[in-house]
């Protein structure tokens, strides 16, 4: 199998776009979550997305195998909710490792199916998605008492641990910690990688790091600036950083254009489809999202490029068509400087 590194030194690599937008496409119902194995759980199961991997694992295949057609060669996996900390929200936390496992062979079958179907040899991989958990590190959720945390940083880890093992053995080929907006709690992911990969032995795998930039401060969440951001996580040596998520393109463009000149490593970029309309949905159209990605790709900012909310399959397709033809960035040799 060919080297996620070998490809990104030859080209730009396209990821997929958003899952929860064409899961909502199938405007499933309550029953459908449950499927027949938790048709009796306690809890509603109605937007745990990640479940479906169990109980509707071929609407899953099916969403992996359309962005596979549209020309992503990164697809990720369904979880980006899937460890014991967010699952909780359902009284799931014991299916944790399930679920991983589950959501890496759904995202296996469709690169095995779009394959057979299509005879396309492009090397194709599986990023294992990590979230950025419903809980903080960094901040209180009591304004009365800013010192408490919900969680502490040897929970997140271990959770992150679970996980990780989970998707490893599920048969991904690089793990995506994305959607940081407290990078405390990225940090909790990067160990619990490390940790598994020591404690394991197994071969390491690459790991990409995504960002979110939450306003036109740009700072995340926890009120690092990107420099910074950059900065806290480049220990982990990377495969790429990047941003995704909370901005549309054209409010990302001067963020990527800074990372572009500061990290060491590849960069990656999957903005929404635009800012968010009154009513919450995503307006912008598959031709002016790739409009935006391509000038970034002429530029020299981008290797990775893709979607997050509100992107679909034409969003990626028209990227995919814009970007194949433009050389990927140049890994910049940053000079260290006191």
């Known amino acids: 199998m060919s080297n996620i590194r070998e490809e990104l030194?030859?080209?730009?690599?396209?990821?997929?776009?958003?899952?929860?937008?064409?899961?909502?496409?199938?405007?499933l119902e309550e029953a459908d979550y449950r499927g027949e194995r938790f048709k009796d759980w306690p809890s509603d199961l109605k937007g745990n997305n990640d479940l479906l991997c169990l109980t509707q694992p071929h609407i899953i295949v099916g969403i992996h195998k359309q962005y596979l057609q549209a020309g992503a060669d990164i697809i990720e996996t369904n979880t980006f909710n899937c460890q014991v900390v967010s699952l909780a929200d359902y009284g799931m936390e014991a299916l944790a490792h399930e679920l991983n496992v589950a959501a890496a062979k759904c995202a296996r079958q469709a690169i095995e199916e779009y394959r057979a179907e299509t005879g396309d040899t492009t090397p194709k991989f599986v990023a294992g998605a990590i979230g950025p958990m419903n809980k903080t590190l960094s901040l209180s959720p009591d304004v009365n008492n800013p010192g408490y945390r919900a969680l502490s940083f040897d929970e997140a880890m271990e959770a992150y641990y679970t996980q990780?093992?989970?998707?490893?053995?599920?048969?991904v080929d690089l793990l995506l910690i994305e959607t940081i907006f407290d990078t405390l709690n990225a940090k909790a992911a990067i160990v619990a990688v490390k940790k598994y990969f020591r404690d394991s032995g197994k071969p390491e795998l690459p790991i990409s790091i995504s960002g979110t930039i939450t306003d036109a401060s740009g700072r995340t969440l926890s009120g690092q600036t990107l420099e910074a951001f950059y900065t806290s996580v480049a220990h982990a040596r990377p495969l790429s950083v990047g941003l995704n998520c909370a901005l549309g393109a054209q409010e990302m463009?001067?963020?990527?254009?800074?990372?572009s000149q500061i990290a060491s490593c590849y960069t990656s970029a999957y903005p929404n489809a635009g800012l968010p309309n009154a009513m919450g949905e995503y307006d912008e159209q598959p031709h002016e999202t790739a409009h935006f990605i391509e000038e970034w790709a002429k530029e020299g900012y981008v290797n990775i490029v893709g979607g997050c909310c509100g992107t679909t399959p034409d969003h990626i397709r028209h990227i995919a068509q814009h970007v194949k033809s433009l050389k990927p960035r140049a890994v910049p040799v940053v000079e260290k400087a006191l």
């Open 9 to 27: 030194s030859k080209r730009i690599l396209v990821i997929d776009g958003a899952m929860g937008t064409m899961i909502q496409r199938h405007k």
């Open 164 to 171: 990780v093992q989970a998707l490893v053995e599920g048969g």
């Open 253 to 259: 463009r001067s963020h990527i254009e800074e990372l």
